[in-house]
């Protein structure tokens, strides 16, 4: 039996639409999850998933028009993120989780010097100087393998991957228990995208922190997380210790994704993509959102929505046919 872990960051029951002029998008459909302290969790899923939304989400940052958290609650440390008022959000973002955002090219002010940006983070959360919270942005640039003197650069002055370390360098400035990582790697060539990745996983290590991190890169994912949670089309399908999940996967959605991906063992096989399409979020779904494309799906995945079950200690699935054959033996 393994031992309970402490949670940080306590997700149920989460939903969340957008308001559209073309009608009502069901982005989030009622997930829950959580992290333990010091612990990763890796949320993997293809484009449209619902995964950034779940992210803004934590930070009470779903823009409001068009998005709406109709339901759930967010508890961080116990406390409910939804029920802050906007002092202790402001508190809350940065202090205790930092969010490291898909672009680096757009999450720096192109106006402001890198020193200065770090600088502002940190005299936002503590009671320093301007030249403190200076000397802490250079401490943060050496931290993340840049050297000081650069602090009086701009950010056009720097490649995409020494960016996305400035970028780090402000999530991380003033010691957040929480980091969120929505695709850090997204716009960085390969050999960079190791370099950033191996970096946040260190410094993660380090400083004791707990990590969501977003990603449709499994590869990614088996390096750096503790447990896996799979979403498909607003849902979690699968969840579970990343040996759970990549070495007992039992969700059709999750076998197809490894099964669409190259295999070395395999040369020369051809891959097996996941046939069909995501279902339009914008579709109130009746059953089982993956029975359009499932290999195994009979009439009860069309007509009931599967829970989230437990089939271990640690791992769970959303699917009609596993929790028959559980019962079954």
Do not use: W
Not at 113 to 138: C, D, F, P, W, Y
Not at 195 to 200: E, M, T
Not at 208 to 225: N, P, Q, R, Y
Not at 298 to 303: A, D, K, L, V
């Amino acid at each position: 039996m393994e031992e309970k872990k402490e949670v940080l960051l306590d997700v149920k029951n989460l939903r969340v639409e957008y308001d559209t002029d073309a009608g009502v998008v069901y982005a989030v459909n009622g997930i829950s999850f959580s992290i333990g302290k010091k612990k990763t969790l890796g949320l993997v899923g293809e484009t449209g998933a619902g995964k950034t939304t779940t992210a803004l989400s934590i930070l009470n940052l779903v823009p409001d028009p068009p998005g709406k958290i109709c339901e759930g609650s967010i508890l961080l440390d116990g406390q409910d993120v939804l029920c802050m008022d906007v002092p202790a959000l402001e508190k809350m973002r940065g202090d205790d989780v930092a969010m490291i955002f898909q672009d680096p090219m757009t999450a720096l002010n192109p106006v402001m010097t890198v020193g200065s940006q770090i600088a502002e983070s940190v005299m936002l959360h503590n009671k320093v100087s301007e030249e403190e919270a200076m000397q802490r942005a250079k401490e943060m640039l050496k931290l993340v393998g840049i050297s000081e003197s650069r602090a009086g650069d701009y950010p056009h002055q720097f490649s995409g991957g020494m960016k996305q370390r400035v970028v780090i360098a402000i999530a991380l400035a003033c010691h957040p228990r929480l980091l969120i990582a929505d695709e850090p790697t997204t716009a960085l060539d390969v050999t960079i995208q190791a370099q950033v990745l191996s970096l946040i996983k260190q410094l993660i290590q380090d400083r004791d922190m707990s990590m969501l991190l977003i990603t449709h890169d499994l590869g990614v994912v088996a390096e750096t997380c503790d447990d896996v949670a799979v979403m498909y089309s607003g849902k979690i399908v699968e969840i579970g210790t990343a040996d759970d999940v990549f070495n007992h996967m039992l969700h059709d959605y999750t076998v197809g994704l490894f099964n669409s991906l190259p295999n070395l063992r395999k040369r020369g096989e051809e891959l097996q993509p996941i046939k069909g399409m995501m279902p339009n979020p914008m579709e109130k779904i009746t059953g089982c959102s993956f029975a359009p494309r499932c290999p195994h799906a009979t009439e009860r995945c069309f007509r009931e929505i599967p829970e989230l079950l437990p089939v271990s200690d640690t791992h769970l699935v959303a699917c009609h046919r596993i929790q028959e054959e559980k019962q079954n033996g």
